[in-house]
């Protein structure tokens, strides 16, 4: 099983990004995908889940309202829209698979992404 994450740069604070991650190797649309981050100095935190479409979504209270989850089974993708950035959203984002639906925690997450950096500056 192999998650690819891409999308990550850059960008101003109130700027847009959207990150992808690729799945292959399972069953996609079988799985419960979550993107979670981790900024420097600190530990791993979620940011977003979802089941099986935006309506079973999930989020952090931090990014709620600003970022979107979704994803595209016929292409095995999971999708984060995050729009008016702030410098607190810096850090690297990790996509996972959950066999589970204990989307918010870390530890039921059994593959991960290598991970995308993203940088908010003001």
């Given at each position: ?22 799945v ?77 639906r ?20 003001s």
């Amino acid at each position: 099983v192999q998650l690819q994450a891409s999308g990550g740069g850059l960008v101003q604070v109130g700027e847009s990004l959207r990150l992808s991650c690729v799945v292959s190797g399972r069953a996609f649309s079988r799985y419960g995908m979550g993107w979670f981050r981790q900024a420097p100095g600190k530990e791993r935190e979620f940011v977003a889940a979802i089941i099986w479409s935006i309506e079973s979504a999930y989020y952090a209270d931090s990014v709620k309202g600003r970022f979107t989850i979704s994803r595209d089974n016929a292409k095995n993708t999971v999708y984060l829209q995050m729009n008016s950035l702030k410098p607190e959203d810096t850090a690297v984002y990790y996509c996972g698979s959950n066999p589970s639906r204990w989307l918010l925690q870390e530890g039921r997450y059994d593959y991960w992404g290598q991970g995308t950096q993203v940088t908010v500056s003001s």
